[in-house]
């Protein structure tokens, strides 16, 4: 299935699409050190990244018509800093919103489906009324918004044309640690598939549990098994939560599902940093109030497009004696879920806000995997009907 992708970074959301089978015809990202690390894995002939045909320009002046089929994928992360929490809040008012575009892609190219990644910013009270005219006009992108209208007149005239409706549209609050990420990374993903296909827009499940993690941790010890380690004593289960320690001993079965990556799941295997494939010690990694990072069972707090004083200590993890350590760029990459043999070429400190502002490997699939099998239940439809 062709995709079309805008806001690409260094690659996380192309990575899991590519892995759900999706081949994509263009891939559009403005920042030249984003660029060059998804030009280095293409050289390099990295699985999935080889034929990635990325164009590094503002997605402003992109003419979208130029691409001769229509995609039956749209797919991006639109810059979040206007609406993250760490940002300056001004939402549809800061020159970085993208949303725009994203909604002027749609219209232009007419995709079977979309799938958009932001910041759960996104859904803060302030910005409930941009959030409706994002819905609405990702629902109906055709209906443009003329230059003497506001936002809010645009949104009026949009949910009063119901009959232009073109796409259905939904909003997913996730946890990426619910879909196997090894990072607690609170987003939102808006979904669409086009109308007329008459295919159910399902939001995926979750597939992962915190109550799964406690149960190998504290209940059946299998955790600790599987990393070769004895059962910590009781003091370590304060540092979770006791109470719902001793609700799941009383369970005779397992919570469904799969448990919570943890930092030391996904680092399983790397060493100490050695030098090899940028799995190198940064040092000044400190401790102070507010500034703490991330234990090693369980997943990992959410990466920071920042290198050395990002605001929670995100970017660091807690040794087993206690001590802390910034994350290598190579373990930032497996808590985003990239291939040990995909590059960054850049510094730490630049490597690092391009993971910090990637989207999840992991996420990707499993979202692109789960509109892919929606998708393909249009295909055999068509099918069918040509036989």
């Excluded at 006009?137 to 055709?142: F, G, R």
């Amino acid at each position: 299935m062709r995709s079309v992708e805008l806001f690409s970074g260094c690659g996380g959301l192309a990575m899991g699409l590519s892995m759900a089978g999706f081949e994509h015809d263009l891939m559009v990202e403005w920042n030249g050190d984003a660029c060059a690390t998804i030009t280095q894995n293409k050289l390099r002939g990295i699985e999935y990244a080889s034929n990635w045909p990325i164009r590094c320009e503002d997605v402003r002046k992109i003419d979208w018509r130029e691409i001769d089929r229509e995609p039956h994928l749209v797919a991006g992360g639109p810059p979040c800093q206007p609406f993250s929490i760490g940002g300056r809040h001004t939402g549809n008012e800061d020159s970085r919103d993208m949303w725009p575009q994203a909604i002027r892609a749609v219209r232009d190219l007419s995709p079977r489906g979309f799938i958009f990644e932001n910041v759960k910013g996104l859904l803060r009270t302030a910005f409930a009324d941009y959030l409706a005219w994002i819905i609405a006009h990702l629902a109906s992108p055709h209906l443009e918004k003329f230059d003497h209208e506001t936002y809010q007149e645009h949104l009026t005239r949009l949910v009063g044309s119901p009959d232009e409706v073109v796409y259905d549209v939904k909003v997913l609050k996730v946890n990426t640690a619910d879909y196997g990420v090894a990072q607690k990374r609170h987003r939102v993903i808006i979904m669409g598939i086009r109308r007329n296909l008459g295919i159910p827009l399902a939001l995926p499940q979750p597939t992962h549990s915190r109550e799964r993690l406690l149960w190998d941790q504290w209940v059946t010890g299998q955790y600790w098994a599987r990393h070769g380690m004895p059962i910590p004593t009781d003091r370590r289960i304060a540092a979770t939560d006791s109470s719902l320690v001793q609700r799941l001993r009383r369970l005779t079965t397992p919570p469904v599902g799969s448990p919570w990556v943890t930092v030391r799941d996904a680092l399983l295997g790397l060493g100490e940093p050695n030098g090899r494939n940028k799995h190198i010690f940064q040092a000044g990694a400190r401790v102070y109030p507010g500034h703490t990072g991330s234990p090693l069972d369980q997943p990992a707090k959410a990466l920071k497009a920042g290198g050395h004083g990002v605001p929670g200590g995100e970017n660091m993890m807690v040794c087993d004696d206690g001590s802390v350590r910034y994350f290598t760029v190579r373990e930032a990459a497996r808590l985003q879920g990239f291939p040990d043999d995909f590059i960054f070429p850049c510094s730490w400190t630049e490597s690092m806000r391009q993971l910090g502002n990637a989207v999840p490997v992991k996420l990707a699939l499993t979202v692109g995997s789960h509109m892919r099998e929606a998708l393909n239940g249009d295909e055999e439809v068509e099918f069918l009907n040509a036989a």
